[in-house]
C-alpha cells in the first residue's frame, strides 16, 4: 500500500489488505519500513484538517445513507443527532471517513474499527464469565489505515469534553493522552510475540487494581456500581424488562418505536406467519457459522417470538430484530440480535470488503480485534429478504454483561482514565492484525504524533459543530425531517 503523503490531494484509495507475510520480515526489516513512511509522511502532517470548499456535503451523504434504511425511522436517527454535537458526531461514520480520505497516512494497515468513537468501548462479558473492556461496534469494520480509527477516537474525545464544559487545557490533556498511550502501548507490542499480542486483554477486574491507587471514594462506588450492574446484564434480565407473558408464555413487549413486535409491525396473520418462518430460518441457517460446540448449544434453543428493535445513532434506521429463543422453560431464554449489515462507510475510500456478505465481514473483522468475542457471533444472508430483497445479517447476543460508561457525565480526571484506557484497547487490537513493529516505529518515543493529532481533533470538533449546526438548520428548513424518541 503506497502512502499518502502530506501534499497529497484527496483521493479513492486502492484496496487496504492485511498483509501477514510482514510477520516474515526481520524486526530490523520492519522498523526501516517504518522509518521510512516516517520520513515520507512527517508526524507532524497528521495535524493537517483542511476540507476545502471541495469537501462532500455532509448532510447529503447521510440522505444517501437514509435511502437504504427504513423510512418511518430516518427522521429518530435526525432527531437524536440534533441533540447535541456529541450525538451528532456518532452518527457522522460516513462523513468523518469522506473527509478522512483526504488526510495523510502512512499506508501501513490494520483491521480498523471504522467507527471509533469513545463511546463504541466498553465492558462484556468473556465465555469464561470474566468481564472484559474492549472495542464493542464493528458495523464498519474492514482493513484500512490505522490513523483513521485514532483520529475518530481522538475527534469524540474532543467534542465530548467540550460538551461536558471543559477548559481548553483540560480537553489537550485528555486527547493527547489517549493518542499518547495509543503510542506507548503500540511500542510496547512491538517487541512482544504475535502469540503474545493475540492473548492481551483488558480483564476489567485487574484494570479496577490498576487504577484503585487514581480513584476517589465517589470514583470506587461508581466503578464498582456499573461493574455489579454489568453482570445482571443478561438474558434473564432482558426476559423481565422486554416481556410480558402471554398464555402462559413470554412474548416481547410493545413500545414503539423503538421496539414493535411482529404481530404489530405486519398486520396480516398470514405475513406475519411468513416473516416468523423467515425468521427462524435465517437463526436456523445462521447455526452453520458457529463452531460446532456453540452450535450444539444453541441447538437446545427454540425461536419463540421476535420484534424489530431500534438502534444506536449510528445504525438507527437499519433493520435489526430480537429474537426470543427458548431452551429448557421459560426460564431458560436467550435473546438475540440479526442486525443488518451494510457496506463499511470506509470502502469506497479504503476499497471493498473481500467478503460478499456483509455480516461476515462485520464478524470476520470482530474476531479479529477483540480478545474475546461472544460465542454467538455469526453471519446469514436472507436471500428472499426482509422487505423484499437480500439483504446481510450479523447475529450476536443482545446482552451479555455488556455495559458502557455515560460519557456526558464524566469528570476530567475520569475521562482522562477512560480515554487512556481507550487508546490502549484501540492499539491492543491493531497490533493484532497490523506491523505493530513498523508502526512503533513510525510513532516514535516523542510526543510529536501526539500533539499532532490532538491539533486535528480540535480542528475537527470546530468543524463538527458547525455540520451539527447544519443540521438543525436543514431541520429548520423542512430539508430534513427529525423526530424525538428519547
Known amino acids: 500500500m503506497s502512502v499518502m503523503t502530506a501534499g497529497s490531494r484527496p483521493r479513492r484509495a486502492a484496496r487496504y489488505e492485511l498483509d501477514p507475510s510482514a510477520g516474515r520480515l526481520t524486526p530490523e526489516e520492519r522498523v526501516a519500513r517504518g522509518r521510512a513512511a516516517r520520513a515520507a509522511v512527517p508526524r507532524e502532517s497528521h495535524a493537517m484538517f483542511e476540507p476545502g470548499a471541495g469537501r462532500a456535503d455532509p448532510l447529503g451523504l447521510l440522505e444517501e445513507q437514509a435511502r437504504t434504511r427504513v423510512p418511518e425511522l430516518v427522521p429518530v436517527r435526525y432527531g437524536r443527532m440534533m441533540i447535541s454535537p456529541f450525538t451528532y458526531f456518532r452518527g457522522v461514520a460516513l462523513p468523518m471517513a469522506a473527509d478522512l480520505a483526504g488526510t495523510p497516512v502512512s499506508g501501513l494497515a490494520v483491521q480498523a474499527c471504522g467507527d471509533a468513537h469513545l463511546s463504541n468501548f466498553g465492558i462484556f ?88 491507587s487514581q480513584l476517589n471514594q465517589r470514583q470506587r462506588k461508581a466503578v464498582d456500581k456499573g461493574l455489579a450492574a454489568a453482570r445482571t446484564r443478561d438474558s434473564m434480565q432482558a426476559l423481565a424488562k422486554l416481556t410480558r407473558l402471554v398464555d402462559g408464555r413470554p412474548r416481547i413487549r410493545s413500545d414503539p418505536p423503538l421496539l414493535v413486535p411482529a404481530e404489530e409491525l405486519i398486520p396480516g396473520d398470514a405475513d406475519r406467519a411468513a416473516l416468523r418462518e423467515q425468521l427462524a430460518g435465517l437463526i436456523g441457517s445462521y447455526r452453520r457459522t458457529l463452531d460446532h460446540a456453540h452450535r450444539h448449544l444453541l441447538e437446545q434453543y427454540e425461536f419463540a417470538d421476535l420484534a424489530h428493535k431500534v438502534v444506536g445513532v449510528g445504525s438507527v434506521g437499519t433493520r435489526c430484530w430480537i429474537v426470543l429463543m427458548l431452551g429448557r422453560d421459560r426460564d431458560d431464554p436467550l435473546f438475540l440480535q440479526v442486525k443488518e449489515a451494510q457496506e463499511s462507510v470506509l470502502a469506497r ?95 516514535g518515543g516523542s510526543d510529536v504524533f501526539d500533539r499532532a493529532v490532538a491539533q486535528f ?16 438548520k436543514a431541520v429548520a428548513s423542512g430539508r430534513i425531517k427529525a423526530e424525538r424518541d428519547l
Open 125 to 212: 462479558g468473556s465465555a469464561e464469565r470474566r468481564l472484559v473492556f474492549d472495542v464493542n461496534d464493528f458495523d464498519e469494520t474492514l482493513p484500512g489505515p490505522w490513523e483513521w480509527d485514532v483520529k475518530r477516537l481522538a475527534a469524540s474525545l474532543e467534542v465530548a469534553a467540550r460538551g461536558n464544559g471543559f477548559p481548553g487545557k483540560q480537553r489537550r490533556e485528555i486527547v493527547a493522552g489517549a493518542v499518547a498511550r495509543y503510542r506507548q502501548a503500540m511500542r510496547s507490542f512491538a517487541p512482544m510475540t504475535s502469540l503474545e499480542v493475540w492473548y492481551a486483554h483488558a480483564d476489567v477486574d485487574q484494570l479496577r487494581a490498576q487504577f484503585e
Open 349 to 443: 475510500f479504503a476499497g471493498a470488503s473481500t467478503y460478499a456478505n456483509q455480516g461476515q465481514r462485520v464478524v470476520v473483522g470482530q474476531r479479529l480485534m477483540q480478545a474475546a468475542s461472544d460465542i454467538f457471533l455469526g453471519w446469514q444472508r436472507a436471500d428472499a429478504g426482509l422487505g423484499g430483497q437480500p439483504r446481510d445479517f450479523y447475529v450476536r447476543q443482545l446482552r451479555d454483561w455488556k455495559f458502557s460508561v455515560t460519557i456526558e457525565t464524566m469528570r476530567p480526571d475520569s475521562m482522562r482514565m477512560y480515554a487512556a484506557l481507550c487508546g490502549w484497547t484501540l492499539a491492543r487490537a491493531h497490533a493484532r492484525t497490523g506491523d505493530r513493529i513498523a508502526i512503533a516505529a513510525y510513532l
Open 457 to 472: 481533533a480540535a480542528a475537527y470538533a470546530d468543524q463538527n459543530e458547525r455540520d451539527h449546526d447544519g443540521l438543525v
